[in-house]
């Protein structure tokens, strides 16, 4: 009796959990009318965000979704094409640019409309300055001189040239054309204002030896060009001494002396005979190569000596050199294929050198990896006459069975 008490009220338990899930899955399950959106209206100007209205209807079906209609509020975005430009949306089509005004120094393109809502212009028209002409292109204006520069403008600093027109269109370039530079003025530099004249001048000798008592370096100046009333006629400067090594090299070099260290004989006997075979080197006039050698495989070139050099040169020398052979070879025709070779013979052509063989060997397999024979050809046949737009042209085939003959034909159209 016990166990179906418990047996009771534990079926008791599980319809009811059955139950609540029945009733959960019936309201996830409602099938709602789709929501209609209003357009989206942005919050400033014409784009960016904002929001939209909604309304969804109560089902035909009789299914309790939501009673009547639903209406809410939902965020949007309306895309802004380009930040701060009314008829971003608008495209238009380039055309070519008009040529140049020369009183404006601009030019200027009617765009026409490619793409884009109702409130677009048709046209639009865009204006950039002209590119400065250097002298090229078909409208270049050219000039010739037709003056010299004239006298310096002391109070303007200026100098004038006139130009006419050389070549180049008379509306668009004017017949006269004046430029001006700025000129220069002696005693006075680029911004106009003068020159700092040194009045004395002096002689450098340089600084002298290092003094060991005093540890002083003295230099002296004598006057050169000035006036002897204001300027004195000697300087005389003093340092201390940084180096002395260094100044006594420097010094020595400046007054030709040798403070370097004595070089060995060998670069010296060197250096003269460079010297020598420079100012009087062995010059000779090339001559002729002679046909090569068969046996030696060398030729032979014979030299003469130029007529303005030292007399201590021979008369003739001889080059000799490793020469090139110039072998050329008739290719003939593979032979059959045995024991897995087969082997071609050229022979030599006429006009080839006299060290060349007079024969050629070529070995090659004539057995594939499966087993079948290697397809070998014979030499290729003139094309033939033309025949419903086509020639063609055969070689023997020689090895490889009735699969190679698709190989052994060649056509082109005629």
């Known amino acids: 009796m016990q166990y179906s008490v418990v047996h009771v009220l534990i079926c008791l338990c599980i319809l009811g959990v059955n139950f609540s899930l029945a009733g959960k899955r019936g309201k996830k399950g409602r099938k709602c009318g789709p929501w209609v959106f209003e357009p989206c209206i942005p919050k400033n100007g014409i784009c960016g965000k904002g929001f939209k209205n909604g309304t969804r209807m109560a089902p035909s079906d009789g299914s309790k979704c939501h009673a009547g209609t639903k209406t809410k509020k939902f965020r949007c975005n309306v895309p802004c094409a380009v ?122 000798s340089g600084w002298s030896l290092c003094d060991n008592t005093s540890g002083l370096q003295i230099k002296e100046l004598t006057l050169v060009t000035g006036d002897h009333t204001k300027c004195s006629a000697n300087k005389t400067f003093t340092r201390k001494c940084k180096n002395e090594e260094i100044h006594l090299i420097h010094n020595f070099m400046k007054l030709g002396k040798q403070c370097k260290k004595p070089k060995p004989a060998w670069r010296i006997r060197k250096r003269k005979r460079k010297r020598l075979n420079r100012h009087y080197g062995c010059r000779y006039l090339r001559g002729v190569w002679s046909e090569c050698n068969a046996t030696s495989l060398t030729k032979r070139r014979t030299d003469t000596l130029n007529h303005n050099v030292a007399a201590t040169c021979q008369p003739t020398r001889i080059i000799t050199k490793s020469c090139k052979l110039k072998c050329r070879y008739e290719p003939g025709s593979w032979s059959e294929c045995t024991e897995g070779k087969k082997t071609r013979v050229m022979t030599l052509r006429a006009g080839s050198s006299a060290g060349c063989t007079t024969e050629k060997k070529i070995h090659r397999k004539c057995k594939v990896k499966l087993g079948a024979s290697r397809c070998s050809f014979g030499r290729w046949g003139d094309f033939g006459a033309c025949q419903n737009g086509v020639q063609k042209k055969t070689r023997q085939v020689l090895s490889g069975g009735y699969r190679c003959q698709r190989k052994a034909v060649k056509t082109k159209q005629c």
């Open 83 to 204: 930040t701060n430009h009314a008829d971003a949306r608008c495209k238009y089509k380039k055309r070519q640019w008009t040529a140049c005004d020369l009183a404006t120094m601009s030019m200027n393109n009617t765009m026409i409309l490619k793409k884009g809502p109702a409130n677009c212009p048709s046209t639009k028209t865009i204006i950039k300055k002209c590119k400065k002409n250097r002298g090229k292109g078909i409208n270049a204006c050219k000039y010739r001189k037709t003056s010299m520069w004239s006298k310096c403008n002391v109070k303007r600093n200026v100098k004038k040239m006139t130009l006419t027109l050389k070549k180049g269109d008379i509306t668009k370039c004017p017949r006269v054309k004046i430029i001006s530079k700025k000129c220069k003025i002696k005693g006075k530099n680029k911004f106009g204002k003068a020159k700092k004249k040194k009045d004395c001048k002096y002689t450098n």
